[in-house]
């Protein structure tokens, strides 16, 4: 079976972001980038699928600035086989990926499609069900687990009360969530033989789709500070502010 | 034209997350937005359907009452929301895992870009959302015909359960796709409420070192009536089951009294629960971030507090 797995480049998630002084933004400028933790996951599954037999190819999709082939490369180091680069200076909202991943499922026929649940950047957890949707493909989202069967694979979602398990017809369209499995690291023998894997780069346009945002950000803006309260030294006078002060026991 | 909430709800009553998004199309009305419907999607749902028509403020209520709609697997509803969605200016549902499934689904087949998880409604066509975890406010302004919208229940105030009086109206379920089939549900918490509804929560950190020593939050939890929640990190360590998790990647709460134990107050975590009235943090490193945010912050080792904390409930609550 064939695998997609597209990978977005992302603020690396240990870096404190700011918004931008003229609140267009975050600030995006000489900080560091990297694979949105999500989509690390998506490709260690699908690297574990290949090394288990059930898979044969797995191919990395990155949308965006040249530097996306960076994050491309880092899936490849992993032991992804080879990139596909939809390359785009304009920002890309969920429904125009999806539209993209698309059709470049329609071109490559994979019978997996493994996305992060969601990108820590604009945390809107929509493009892997958009995909399903627009191929009229079943789903499994937020999922810890997978079990490929014939014809069909069984997933385990997390949802608020608990666990879900669901059967999915394939071919199907996985989003993960944290705890499915825990990313490996490239080794330097695997970088050096990423960098001979290849990539393909084709335009939003080579693809037929319009990308045109539908949503216009009017202003980026600091979250409101919460005062930091007081201090108290015993359990007894905690107890006491939140009777009588606070009034919330 | 009217605005469609889909109601999240377990066929016997609705859930409060369905109230919140109610409170938050109230607010798209008072923009304009015209009349609020609800739509129960289930099975042997009738009762459910009764208690969102008592909703204040739902005018009607549409009910999909079929085996096909049973477990809410996101193709069968989206493909039933997808053929109402014609009558109506506004789509919403909860921010929770119900709506996060399948609502991108209606919106991509509406060829519509979302807008997930809104915290403030500015006009008709116009929301706020936070990104990067709650780190950035973002006000952004929709240019499709239909707004497809999740609502953060955190930061809309429930509707009153009582006080409406909707018609309650049967509607066609639609087929089973069959594409998917629900096998089993795994449901953790046992008698304790819900964190995402609990009026209290007290959460361990990583700094309870183990899994056995959230026996020592146990007692309080029950003299408060609180929910049990956790960081990531304690869940990560394997202490207690992932759906306690309370952050940006787990559930994001909003409770009238928050209480972290052992919680340095990663960014992730505080995303989850920074909005909540009143925190308390009890935690044995005085830099520990938590207390930046904590309106009662107490410098202790929670292996004594913990103890000494149920005691002086104890004393107070008898």
Redesign the interface.
Known sequence: MKVLVPVKRV?D?NV??R?KADNTG?ETANVKMSMNPFDEISVEEAIRMKEAGTVEEIIVVSMGVQQCQETIRTALAMGADRGIHVKSDEDL???AV?KLLKAIVDKESPELVILGKQA???????????????LG??????V?KIELGDGSA?VT?????????????LPTIVTV???LNEPRYASLPNIMKAKKKPIDEVAPADLGIDTA???????????PV?Q?????????A??D???NE?R?? | MAILVIAEHDNANVQASTLNTVTAAAELSGHGAGDIVLLVAGSECAAAAEAAAKVAGVSKVLVADDAAQE?A???NL?SLVVGLAGDYSHILAPA???G??????????L???????ISAVVDGE?FVR???????????????PTKVITVRTTTFDPAPAEGGSGAVEPVDAGDDG????????????GDRP???TAR?IISGGRGMGSGESFDLIEPIADK?GAAMGAS?AA?DAGYV???WQVG??G?VVAP??YVAIGISGA??HLAGM?DS????A?NKDEEAPI??????????DLFQ?LP??DA??AK??S
């Open positions: 603020i998630y404190k972001i918004v975050v909202e969920p429904l999806a820590i950047d604009d945390d809107s957890n929509q493009t892997g069900q958009m995909l399903a949707a627009l493909w079943s789903q499994g989202t937020f810890s069984k979602r997390e949802v608020d009360s608990g666990l879900e398990t669901i059967e999915v017809d969530d944290l705890r945002p539908r949503l216009q950000t009017l202003k980026v803006e600091e979250p919460r930091a309260g007081v201090m108290v030294d015993s359990v007894a905690l107890v502010k939140l009777k606070a919330v026991i | 477990n697997l996101a193709e989206a929770s895992t119900f996060k499934n399948f609502l991108p689904r209606v919106a991509a087949l060829d519509v870009q979302q807008i997930s998880e116009t936070p990104i990067y975890a709650g780190n950035a406010m973002a006000t952004v302004k929709s240019a499709d069959g594409q998917s089939r629900f096998v089993e549900r795994a449901e953790s918490g819900e964190l995402t209290v408060l990531r869940v089951p992932n759906d940006q990647t559930k009238e009294l960014i992730q920074k009235k009143v925190i308390v009890i207390f930046q945010v904590a309106d009662y912050g107490l410098v202790a507090a000494e904390l002086e409930l107070i609550l």
